[in-house]
């Protein structure tokens, strides 16, 4: 529970206000301010089951699709799937799709629906700085861009004729 309870810290700061949360969806300079301890523990709850139900959707939905995908990628009548690792990788990213983005949407839309009826609009308050934990997007966006490279250069080196 450590590695869940870092995550769940990172939303809370010590402001000048007071006490403050700032919800991941919410926008980066807005918080709300905590009214009492009994009430963080019940927002720590919160975003606790939240982060679970994130992770089992991802780690569940992947294991799942892929099971699925290796299933219908390996069908008689489709041949062999390095013969056409395009329609391999359209029916993976289609049952990906639908496995884990539509539950993730599900429940995306009820984290949102839920998170003001833990504070109130009243206690909204402009925050000061950055988390401990935000990255910029610069650095957000150059990793996801070499993680990117660095998978199609294994794609490649792995279906390149031979």
């Given amino acids: 529970m450590g590695f869940l309870d870092s995550i769940v810290g990172k939303a809370f700061r010590d402001e000048k206000a007071g006490r403050v949360v700032v919800f991941s969806a919410d926008r980066r300079n807005r918080g709300y301010l ?3 301890e009994a009430e963080e523990l019940k927002i720590r709850a919160f975003l606790k089951m939240f982060y679970i139900a ?3 959707i991802f780690l569940l939905g992947m294991l799942l699709a892929n099971a699925w995908s290796t299933f219908f990628t390996h069908l ?12 391999a990788m359209g029916i993976s990213l289609g049952i990906y799709s639908l496995v884990v983005g539509l539950p993730y949407f599900l429940l995306w839309r009820s984290y949102k629906k839920s998170l003001l009826s833990f504070v109130s609009p009243q206690g909204e308050v402009l925050v000061s700085g950055k988390s401990l934990g935000q990255q910029p997007l610069a650095v957000l966006a150059a990793t996801t861009g070499f993680g990117i490279i660095i998978l199609i250069a294994v794609i490649f080196l792995l279906v390149r004729a031979k």
């Fill in 34 to 36: 905590v009214e009492s």
């Fill in 76 to 87: 008689e009548g489709f041949g062999r799937p390095a013969e056409h690792v395009q329609r």
């Fill in 54 to 56: 994130h992770f089992s």
